[in-house]
Structures are given as C-alpha cells and as structure tokens.
C-alpha cells in the first residue's frame, strides 16, 4: 500500500462526558494552544451520561480559534441528514470554517430504536447512509429546489442552505465489506478505530477502498484515512503505541507510509492534557519529519510530473500581460505528488467553475438588455453564485474574499496560503499579491450588486451594470490565470491539500 501524499494531521478524540464539561472545555483549549489539527467527540444520543455531541461541538468552537471541529462519528439513525447538512453548514459558518464531518451508518441498534430510530439491516444501514450523503450534499450545493425520492430519506423541493464555507470532508467509520466500497465510491475520508482495525487489518481494507474507488472512476488519493488511536507513553514498547514518543514516532510513521495513514486521532488517558501534550509536542513533530525525509527519497521526477510556465510571457484569459505581478520560483525539475496531483485539478476545476458563473452572469446581462428577463433576476443570480456564498473560497486560496461573514483571517490561517507558505517562504509575495486581489475582486462585485439594485429601480442603469460586469470580468479571469500559473505547481509539489 502506497503513500497517498496527503500532509499530516494530528488530534484528539475525546468522550463527551456530560460530568465533566469544565474538563472538556480546558482540553479542547490546550488542543488549541498546542497545535493540533482536529479536536472530535463521539456521538451516541442514546448514552445518558454524554453531552449532545453537536451542542458541545457548538460550545468548544466558542471556547477556541484555530483547530478544526468534527463528530466521530455521527449517528445518522438518530441525525436526519438534512437537518446534519444545516448543523454542520451553520457551525462552519459560525466557526469560521473549521469543521468536517465523520459520519456512521449506526450500529447499536436496540438503543438507537429505544429512541425513536429506525432498525436497520447491515444493507438497509449502507443503503441509509448512500442516500444521506446524496441528501447532504444537495443541500450544500447551490441551485434551485431539490427533490430526492429515496427508499429512507426525501427531500421535497427543499431549498438548500446554508451553505459551508470550506469544502466539509464526509468523513466515514466503516469496517465492513460493503461499508468500505461505499467508503472508495462516495466518502472524502475513512475514519476507523483501533480497538475495531488493528494496524496489520488496515491494509487489506484500504485495498478495498481503492478498488471501489478505482471502479467509480476515482483517484485512491482522493480519500483521506485518519486513525482513531489510544495508547500509553509509559509502556515496554512490546505492543503497538505502548511505549516511548520515540516508539509511537517509529510505529504511526509506518502506518503513514505503508497504509496510507494521514490522521491520526488520540484518545488520551487518565492524564488527558499531559497525553495530548507530549502527542503534539513530540510524538507529531517527530512522525512529520520521518515522513517528509521518507517521501523526499522516494520523488524521482518524471517527464509527466515536471511543471514550469512556457516559454516567454504568457498573456492571461483577459489578454493582459502578468508582467508587474510576483512571480514565484521555476521547478522544472520538481516531482508532483499524488495528493498534489488532485489538489491541482481541483483548483482548475473549481476556477472554471467560476469561469462558467461569470459567463451566466453576462448572458444574464445581456437577456435583460435584450428585453428578455427581468433586472431582478441578474441581481438574484449574484446572490446565488458560489462566489458570493463563499464557494470561491478554496479553503486559504480565497479567504480574503470572505470578509463579508468577518472571517476572511480565520480561514486564512487555516488553509491554503498558510500551507504554502510554511512549505515555501519564497512564494509569500505571490499569496500577499493574490489577497489583494481577492479584496479588490470582492469590491468589484459590491460594485456589481450596487448597479444591479440601482438598474431595478431605473432600467437606464443598464450601462452601468455593463462596465461594472465588464470590469469584474477582466480583473477576475486575470487573477484566476495568475493564481493558476503561480500555484498549480508548488501545490503539485508540496502535495498541499485543497
């Protein structure tokens, strides 16, 4: 099992013990503190003595600013998935874009029945959860009313919304045959537990994942495996993780090298804040470093893996010149990572998505010219387009734009520009140019939006919405080519995830 190139994530995988919130709130803040990646707590509604995993999950993002945020894993029997789809949308937006969601099929069934949810056969359970993911994912995508007709979940004309702000992993705790197909063929994550795949099982499950993946028409890497861990750092070092930091350093490295292994979670001990400290501290430094040593000797540069600009200087999709923009540094000889391989179709993707958004806007445009639509409506499709709902975002790669909900530094600090400039400080004038131009192109479609009000109450605006359109159209296919031309290779580089 190869390496799927994915940066490393560190974090905590905590009881929700309904006992001790003070204890919980002070853990989550030291997760915080001391840098780790993600903070996660089970969800079982039917145990009396836990807290509500989402009112808590609620309660700790208040309590902290940096880490991200997930339920491990949700109980979808007794979480309707459309109303899981508004909670995790709105928790983002209120955590400024800090959480994901693991996900599960349900397994207690007698307790999850005693509270009202279904009981459900190993297939219905698969066949439940298929259906919730397509439920989640329409209510995240902007667009018209959404009908689904599902053998456990409907949605009748259900508007969608709210909508994340970053690009929420679905996150899946499977284990069984059928389980991890649908893992390979629909899931952005695995999330399984030690005490349920031991680390010689993790292989031949990922295996069944890749095929499922492979069959669906995806790349392997576009999953991402986090590991539910325990141990102790007091141990002989006879078991797995019972034993010295340096122990756990040599042990998690070879899940992340051999099974594939990009997260790893911990559930601490009786000393939890200690536990955590000496996990972040010593053992995640220690694992990054081994992997990153590892991956460096393994690149070997192929023809097909080289990127550099072409000869001379390109012109942009508006016709203009780059000259007078940051260039960053040529890696002709540069190997692209597997997980850089997909962070760069994403980002082409996403950016002709956006392409395609703006060319609507002008058609719009030019139907109201025509007589053939209503201004109205122009200014309705603003409102819509992923841009103006934060779908532009692109995690860090567009943070500034995301000043109109007040968390445009949040996201940053999170995500991309962050990422690639702890990868590469050379790269720091091209991503200080882009922000400015996420805040100029941010005005540009205020302006827009002003127009467009201006033009319902006095059609002879008309002009004005033309220029500003056209404006918005030359700036904006600019920066998308410069963004492209400046960061599709070290992404591919780096292998940073989008």
């Known amino acids: ?36 990646d993600l903070l996660s707590v089970q969800d079982h509604p039917y145990q009396p003595s836990f807290l509500d995993a989402w009112t808590l999950l609620s309660a ?19 979480r309707p998935p459309a109303m899981l789809a508004r909670s995790v949308a709105s928790l983002d937006i209120l955590s400024g874009g800090r959480v994901e969601l693991g996900l599960g099929a349900g397994f207690l069934w007698d307790p999850i029945a005693g509270m009202g949810g279904p009981r459900r056969s190993p297939g219905e359970a698969v066949d439940a959860l298929a259906e919730a993911i397509a439920v989640i994912r329409a209510l995240w995508t902007p667009g018209p009313e959404v009908g689904f007709a ?42 399984p537990t030690l005490g349920y795949a031991s680390p010689g099982e993790l292989v031949a ?27 102790t750092f007091t141990g002989s070092g006879r078991d797995f993780l019972h034993g010295p930091p340096s122990l756990w350093i040599e042990q998690l ?13 911990l559930a601490p001990g009786n000393d939890a804040p200690g536990d955590l400290r000496r996990f972040a501290e010593e053992v995640a430094p220690g694992v990054r470093e081994a992997v990153a040593d590892a991956r460096r000797a393994e690149a070997a540069p ?35 990572t597997g997980q850089g391989r997909i962070s760069q179709q994403a ?72 990422s690639l400039r702890r990868a590469d400080e050379g790269l720091s004038p091209v991503l200080e140019r882009l922000g400015q131009e996420h805040e100029v192109i941010a005005e540009l479609l205020s302006d827009l939006d002003a127009a467009l009000v201006a033009m319902v109450e006095d059609p002879g605006g008309l002009d004005a919405v033309r220029r500003a ?20 290779e070290p992404i591919g580089r780096y292998g940073i995830v989008i």
């Open 347 to 418: 980002l082409v993707q996403i950016h002709d998505h956006l392409r395609g958004e703006l060319a609507q806007l002008r058609d719009t445009v030019q139907a109201v010219a025509e007589g053939s639509a209503n201004p109205g409506a122009a200014r309705s499709l603003i409102n819509r387009m992923t841009m103006r709902q934060n779908y532009w975002t692109l995690g860090a790669f567009c943070a500034a734009y995301c000043r109109v909900l007040s968390i445009h530094h949040a996201i940053e600090d999170e995500h991309m520009f962050v």
């Open 60 to 78: 700790l993002a208040a309590q902290t600013g940096r880490i991200r945020l997930l339920p491990n894993v949700a109980n979808l029997p007794l």
């Open 302 to 336: 192929t023809a097909e893996e080289r990127a550099g600009p072409a000869d001379g200087e390109p012109l942009d999709d508006a016709g203009r010149s780059r000259a007078g923009r940051s260039r960053a540094a040529e890696h002709t000889d540069a190997a692209i």
């Open 469 to 488: 359109v056209d404006e918005l159209s030359e700036v904006l296919l600019s920066h998308l080519a410069y963004e492209e031309d400046e960061l599709l």
């Open 253 to 265: 490295t070879e899940l992340a090298l051999t099974a594939g292994i990009s997260g790893f979670l």
């Open 1 to 36: 099992m190869a390496d799927y190139g994915h940066d490393l994530l560190f974090g905590c995988f905590l009881v929700p013990s309904a006992e001790g919130p003070e204890a919980l709130g002070a853990l989550a803040r030291t997760a915080d503190d001391i840098g780790l």
């Open 205 to 231: 499950m990922n295996r069944t994942i890749d095929a499922a993946a492979d069959a669906a028409g995806r790349h392997p890497g576009q999953i991402r495996r986090i590991y539910n861990i325990n141990g």
């Open 150 to 191: 599902g053998k456990h979940y409907q949605l009748d004309e259900a508007r969608p919304g709210p909508f994340p702000i970053h690009p929420v992993g679905i996150w899946l705790g499977a284990y069984k045959r059928r389980m991890l197909e649908l893992t390979g063929r629909l899931a952005d994550g695995w999330v």
